[in-house]
Nanobody, 130 residues
C-alpha cells in the first residue's frame, strides 16, 4: 500500500507560479510510474505530466513549456512546478502512482482512471484568477 499526500495548492493570479508536492509513504523509485492529473467539474480528468520507471517524462500539450515534473527519491516526493499559470489551470490536482509499471511516460499520460493507477492522493486545489 502507498499513501500519497499532495500539498502546495492555493490561489494565484494569472502569470504566477506554484509548486505542488506529493509525498509518498514509501519509495516509488524505479518501481512505479507516477504522474500529476487535474480535474474540475467542467472537464474530464486530464493527465498533465508523468514520469516512467526509467525517469523519462512526458507532458500534455496544455502544460508543455510551463509545467515541470520532478521527483526527489531521497524524500519520496514528487513535484510539479507550475509557471505562467492561466485561469484554465484551475482545478483539483492529484498525484497518482502505478506499481510495477513498464509503460513509457507518454503511454502513461493517456491513462486517467482510478483503476489503472491504483494509488491516488486526495488532491490539492489550485485556483488561478485572471
Amino acid at each position: 500500500q502507498v499513501k500519497l499526500t499532495e500539498t502546495g495548492g492555493g490561489s494565484v493570479q494569472a502569470g504566477g507560479s506554484l509548486r505542488l508536492s506529493c509525498e509518498a509513504s514509501k519509495s516509488l523509485h524505479n518501481a512505479y510510474c507516477v504522474g500529476w492529473f487535474r480535474q474540475s467539474p467542467q472537464k474530464e480528468r486530464e493527465g498533465l505530466a508523468t514520469i516512467d520507471s526509467t525517469g523519462d517524462t512526458s507532458y500534455a500539450d496544455s502544460v508543455k513549456g510551463r509545467f515541470i515534473i520532478s521527483q526527489d527519491n531521497a524524500k519520496n516526493t514528487l513535484y510539479l512546478q507550475m509557471n505562467n499559470l492561466k485561469s484554465e489551470d484551475t482545478g483539483l490536482y492529484r498525484c497518482a502512482a502505478s506499481p510495477g509499471c513498464r509503460q513509457t511516460s507518454s503511454q502513461v499520460l493517456r491513462h486517467i482512471t482510478e483503476e489503472w493507477f491504483g494509488y491516488w492522493g486526495e488532491g490539492t486545489q489550485v485556483t488561478v484568477s485572471s
